[in-house]
Every structure is written in structure tokens, then in C-alpha cells.
């Protein structure tokens, strides 16, 4: 891959930029692959069936490996037992751990949220109670968002499908706010070299514009003392260092300087107006894709959340429901709702947020346990990838081949479980539902999730 002049002639004013060193790495056509390990779900990384390498060294749970496995075929991919994410993006938790006091509950906020990278790490950190709203304005793209936060399992999580400006109207609600911006990628390049054939300088200016406008219009739902952290996957000054200049000068931020280890090699830059601390990932120095990164403390008062006054737009469960839903759970500490005849177990502080929220579209909240029908549940495969379901169901235990037939949605040989409901399951991690019905059995794993390859 050969990088175009009026490319590698736009970065030359950007901290760090080592021209030659830059355009090798390209050209040697290197890949990085990583993963991020989910906590709740994989604690021994022995169960995985490709090997890790080294950890990422900004993050807890980040690998490299030394070859891209098919993540397709992976069953404990589909159980959210792991997420493929690029490795400089895992910064986010230096920024979080650093900025943020994580020794109390935290409403935070995801804006620019699909396909999920960032929200499921997020989810990862922090602390119990806590409540994480993850939005994405494009409708199609909410989807694989949806999905990726189902597997991952965590009930305090709130799905929204908004532009930014609608979240003015709420007051100010997060203690935390997340911008992973929309940006013109050239820090994607190595991955997705055509990408190169749209990038311009018209490009970045306008992204530059777009940027303005997302952090402008978010910023009255941030809590005075409330932490911002911006990125991009650009190298573009115009989208870093000159964003981050707009957010002190405009918005009256103050910047939040994050520690780093002089062997991760990031470069650390400064605005040019403010001084404002951003940090940057080039793919010449470290291992991983481009990323610019920087925070910030909300100094000026903030308007309060207004008061609802008229009732939720979902029903409460009646007693006899919520008796019988009980066995489904490992905890009666949740809010029971009927939403549409879908039921929802949302822990309280996520209910209480989720009525902070109700002029927005709301597209998940908490767990869906599925629908109530005659005297007992039809369970969602959300309920089965929770962290909420009892351990008391039948289990049937697959091998890989069997897993990957059950994710295709094809029958599986279930003669052997008792009849009712049963949750599938390769090497102890839930991929979802069957119900026995004696001379066969009904796989539930959802249509729009099943692997369409074949092996």
C-alpha cells in the first residue's frame, strides 16, 4: 500500500508524525488483531480456542494474537465471551480509570455507540449500580449495537436512537460522556486501504464541522464536574488538536492530562491555543491503528434535569407475573415493566435513568426476558446470555461442531434433556435456548443472528 502525496502532505503538521516511518508500515501491509476479554464471562483465557499473545498494555483485558482466527465460527464470540476490537481504542480505560471517580455508581453515556466497542468496555469498568447509555443515530447501524450488547450480558445498559441534540432537552444527567466522533479514518487506512480514495481535505473540514456540532449539542447533559472524553480515528490535526482547542475555548472545559508509560510509545500533544492534552497512536510506533484521544472537566453550571410529571409510557407486572417470572432470575432486586407486552428486568438505578430519558427513543433498556404466555415465560435469548438467569435449567452441552449447527439455527439432538426449556451451551457459556418437546426439539438462537457461512 502505497499512501498518496496530498495524504502523507496533510499530516506533517501533526505531533509525532514521522514521515518515513509511517509510510513503511503501510507499505509492509502488516495486520494487528485483537481482543478484549469479557470479565463477567471469561475469566480463564484458557477456555478460548486460539491462542492469546500479549496483553495490550493500556487495558486489563485486551490480547493481541498472531494470526486472525475466523471469529465467524467462534462459538464463545456468539456467547459475548469476547470482542474483537482494535487495540488502541482500548485506551479508553487509561482515560476512564483516570478522569473518573470509579469508586461510586456513574450514568454515562456512549453517543456515538455502534457497533459497540467502546460500550462494552465500558460496561467492563464501571462500578456496580452504575448506568450506561449507548446511542446511535443511524437506525441500521443500532442493530449490531443492540446485538453486541445483548451478548455481552449486563442489565444496567439503555439502548437509544438519537441525534446528539436531542439530548439537550434532558438536562444534565451523566457524570460521564463518550464521543468516539465520526471522522474522515485515516487512522483506519492499514486496515481498509481503499478507504484512502474518499479521504480529502474538503473531507476533514467537514468532519471537523460535524465534530462541532455533536460535542455542542451533548453538552448540556453533561454534570458540572462531569467528564468528557473525545476520539477519533483521525490524524487530521483539524479533528484533534484543534477540536480539543474549540472544546476549551468554546465550551470552557478544562483539560485532564492521563498518564502514559514511556514504552507504549504514544505520543502526547498539546493545542495549540489552550495546551490542551490529547494523546496519539501512530501504527509506526505503536501496536494497533491510528487514535487520538483527550478529556475534560465540565467547569460551568449545568441545568438540572427537568421533572416528568405524567406517568412512564410501560406498565408495571402484575403480582402473579412477576411470582412466576421470579424462577427465570438469580435476584429479586430489580424493576419488573411490561413494555408492549415485552417483559424487562432493569436494575433500579437503570430505571430510574430510563425515566430521565423518556423523550427519547428508547430501543432496549435492561434485560428483555421475553413474553408472558398463559401461566409461564417464553424467554428471550437476552435473558439467556445475562447475567441475571438462575442456575436451575437444564443444560445441554455441545461440542463445536453442534455449537456451530445450533448458531445456524438448524435442529440439534437434544433426546437426552429433560422436556421444557434448556440453555445450550459450549464449554460452560450459554449461545442460548432450545425447548424439548419430547420427540424433537425447537432452537430458539434469534434469525437475524444465525451464521449464514458455511463451515
Request: glycine letters at 6%; proline letters at 7%; charged letters at 20%.
Amino acid at each position: 500500500m502505497t499512501l498518496p502525496a496530498h495524504i502523507i502532505k496533510a499530516f506533517r503538521n501533526a505531533p509525532g508524525f514521522d514521515e518515513a516511518a509511517f509510510c513503511r508500515v503501510h507499505e509492509s501491509g502488516d495486520q494487528v488483531v485483537s481482543v478484549r476479554l469479557n470479565p463477567a464471562k471469561l475469566p480463564d483465557p484458557a477456555a478460548l480456542n486460539f491462542h492469546l499473545g500479549a496483553k495490550v498494555p493500556w487495558t486489563s483485558s485486551g490480547y493481541y494474537l498472531s494470526e486472525r482466527p475466523f471469529f465467524t465460527f467462534e462459538p464463545l464470540l456468539h456467547a459475548g465471551a469476547f470482542y474483537v476490537q482494535e487495540a488502541s481504542s482500548m485506551f479508553l480505560e487509561q482515560a476512564l480509570e483516570q478522569t473518573c471517580d470509579l469508586s461510586t455508581p456513574l450514568v454515562a453515556l456512549d453517543l456515538c455507540a455502534a457497533p459497540g466497542g467502546k460500550s462494552t468496555h465500558l460496561l467492563s469498568l464501571l462500578p456496580a449500580e452504575s448506568v450506561l447509555v449507548s446511542n446511535e443515530v443511524i437506525r441500521s447501524r443500532s442493530s449490531i449495537l443492540e446485538e453486541n450488547l445483548v451478548k455481552w450480558g449486563a442489565a444496567n445498559s439503555i439502548i437509544t436512537n438519537n441525534d446528539p441534540r436531542d439530548f439537550s432537552a434532558i438536562g444534565a444527567i451523566f457524570d460521564l460522556i463518550v464521543i468516539d466522533a465520526p471522522c474522515s479514518g485515516s487512522g483506519m487506512f492499514r486496515k481498509d486501504p481503499d478507504s484512502t480514495n474518499g479521504w480529502s481535505e474538503d473531507l476533514v473540514k467537514l468532519c471537523s464541522q460535524r465534530q462541532q456540532r455533536i460535542i455542542a449539542d451533548v453538552w448540556p447533559a453533561l454534570k458540572e464536574g462531569g467528564t468528557l472524553i473525545y476520539s477519533t480515528c483521525s490524524y487530521s490535526v483539524e479533528e484533534d488538536e484543534l477540536i480539543a482547542d474549540w472544546i476549551v475555548g468554546e465550551l470552557q472545559a478544562n483539560t485532564i492530562p492521563i498518564q502514559t508509560v514511556v514504552d507504549w510509545s504514544i505520543v502526547g500533544s498539546k493545542s495549540p491555543v489552550h495546551q490542551a492534552a490529547g494523546y496519539r497512536f501512530y501504527p509506526n510506533k505503536v501496536k494497533g491503528e491510528g487514535f487520538y484521544l483527550a478529556a475534560f472537566r465540565k467547569s460551568t453550571v449545568a441545568d438540572p434535569p427537568p421533572k416528568h410529571k405524567s406517568k412512564p409510557n410501560w406498565e408495571p407486572v402484575p403480582k402473579n407475573i412477576r411470582e412466576g417470572i421470579q424462577r427465570w432470575l438469580n435476584t429479586d432486586e430489580l424493576v419488573l415493566v411490561n413494555s408492549n407486552d415485552n417483559l424487562l428486568a432493569l436494575p433500579v438505578a437503570t430505571e430510574k435513568c430510563l425515566q430521565q430519558l423518556r423523550s427519547l427513543y428508547i430501543r432496549k433498556a435492561g434485560v428483555s426476558l421475553g413474553k408472558w404466555a398463559g401461566k409461564d415465560l417464553v424467554p428471550d435469548h437476552a435473558l439467556a446470555l445475562s447475567h441475571l438467569l438462575a442456575n436451575k435449567f437444564p443444560v445441554l452441552s455441545v461440542n463445536r461442531e453442534q455449537a456451530l449447527n445450533y448458531l445456524r439455527k438448524e435442529e440439534v439432538n437434544a433426546s437426552e434433556t429433560p422436556k421444557g426449556w434448556a440453555t445450550v451451551q459450549f464449554g460452560g457459556h450459554i449461545l442460548g435456548w432450545i425447548k424439548q418437546l419430547g420427540n424433537r426439539s425447537n432452537n430458539y438462537y434469534p434469525r437475524d443472528w444465525r451464521i449464514l457461512k458455511p463451515a
